[in-house]
């Protein structure tokens, strides 16, 4: 698997654009980063977490959640919980990690096409907006829906930053480079697969550090 997804380096080259000094030089051709909300820029655990024991008494454990399934909740259970942690409410309360917003940002202003994607309902798009807007995450697009990987590889992204064993193993089918924060239920995906993982985001930008500055090698 290469870094770059299929028809990326042709792509910059008729684009003939590229992330430039303040010398003017050509540095490396911009990369399309999609990025994942939920336990990827803020914390989701601890509000899945609690609604879960607010609604049916049921404690999640976040370091005994080996699986990307919650079998301690039956699927409507599930989705009652999911539904009370992106009301409005919650949305605009969520505190994203530390490091995140900067490191970002400093893709965004390298020049980077940042792609804000989250399996979200539709209509949880305009308060997920003004969250995005509230904590000065820059970016060029936000998707909230639940096909996430056919939307990547549809506006062909080259960089998946997602939790999600699912999604990092279908990023890495389409050609992909998957990255990922180190959670319990993705440990296998991280220690199995060709994925780039840290345990926090100052991790994350030093590992996605080469294959952004273009080093072919790094994914």
Known sequence: MGPYAPGFLDRWAEDGIGIRDQHNHDLSPPMRIAIDIDSTLHDYWPLLSAA?????????PYDRQFSWDVARLRKEQLRACVADTHSDEAIAGAEPYPHAV????????????????????????????????????????????????ARCREIGIDVLIDDSPTNILGALEAGIVAATLRHPWNQDVCEDEDVICGDDWTELERGLAPLLAGDRRAA
């Open 102 to 149: 900067a490191v970002v940002n400093r893709w965004h202003e390298a020049g980077h096409f940042v792609h804000i994607t989250s399996h979200r309902a539709e209509h949880c798009h305009s308060a997920t907006a003004r969250w995005l807007e509230q904590i000065g995450l820059r970016h060029d697009e936000l998707y909230c829906s639940y096909d996430k990987i």
């Open 52 to 60: 879960a024991k607010r609604r049916f008494g049921i404690e999640l």
